[in-house]
């Protein structure tokens, strides 16, 4: 696919200071869109960062803080994607994780989490899509989780939110099947930081009621999740459409 497609593109990415969201803003970056990648205020340092890996691609970027609980964030993320171009692509990447045993749930955290992973995925698509209907070209992607499918212990709201994340995808992709915007889920699977050696499961991984194993004998890495998400944001991905894609080397198979 020609540069030249993607040119005054804009690709808006949040909870994207680094890990997936950078990743994904880098290989973006390569495809030629411009990038604005929005962090929730405790990684800016590591947006800055990714700014700065992105300078070589000759492309805008730029980056916004705020608390996607908070509806005027989604104002800045827009009013800051048009600056830089016309909004084509949305990752929504930011997610909340909170551990609680079910029946201690506060419902403030419940909302919390519904918020940041729900609500402001559904807000940020419809701020943002009528950009992309205009142009009659758009992706959106939806970044879902493992414990939607296979459940997890002591986090009734996180997995609830993720699977509520299918659900919209599927409702944005018949919606606007015929306007030339796509929108589909990538589940990543077993993900650890870059080059990560480690094989041994540790920290939330350990409270999922299955624990799949390492089929590959190690974990994944940020850039293998992210070169599914910049092939969906090819102009030759047209027909991949409302699908949930898992990337965890075939540890779950659905």
């Known amino acids: 696919m020609s540069k030249d497609f993607n040119k005054n593109k804009v690709a808006v990415l949040t909870g994207a200071a680094k890990k997936i969201g950078r990743s994904t803003a880098i290989k973006l970056a ?16 590591e947006a800055k960062d990714t700014i700065k890996l992105l300078e070589k691609f000759k492309i805008k970027s730029n980056y916004v803080t ?10 800045i993320i827009k009013d800051a994607a048009l600056k830089l171009g016309t909004p084509s692509v949305l990752v929504n990447n930011a997610g909340l994780r ?14 919390k989490v519904m918020t940041v992973n729900v609500d402001a995925s559904f807000l940020c698509a419809q701020a943002l899509i009528n950009y992309m209907v205009k ?60 080059d990560s050696k480690e094989t041994k499961l540790s920290g939330h991984w350990l409270r999922h009621p299955q624990t799949p194993s390492l089929v590959q004998n190690r974990f994944g890495n940020p850039d293998e999740v992210a070169e599914v998400i910049a092939n969906l944001c090819k102009k030759e991905a047209d027909y991949i459409n409302g699908q949930t894609l898992h990337v965890n080397g075939g540890s779950y198979t659905p």
């Open 30 to 45: 390569e495809q030629g869109f411009n990038i604005l990648i929005h962090t929730g205020g405790k990684s800016i340092e």
């Open 66 to 75: 705020g608390d996607l609980a908070n509806l005027e964030t989604i104002n």
């Open 98 to 111: 909170i551990h609680e045993h079910f029946e201690k749930i506060d419902y403030k955290d419940w909302k």
């Open 135 to 194: 142009q009659k070209w758009g992706r959106v992607i939806n970044i879902g989780g493992l414990s939607a499918h296979i459940g997890a212990k002591e986090r009734a709201h996180v997995v609830t939110s993720k699977a509520a994340l299918v659900g919209l995808t599927k409702a944005i992709s018949m919606e606007f099947i015929e306007k030339g915007v796509t929108c589909n889920c990538v589940v990543p699977g077993f993900i650890e930081d870059f």
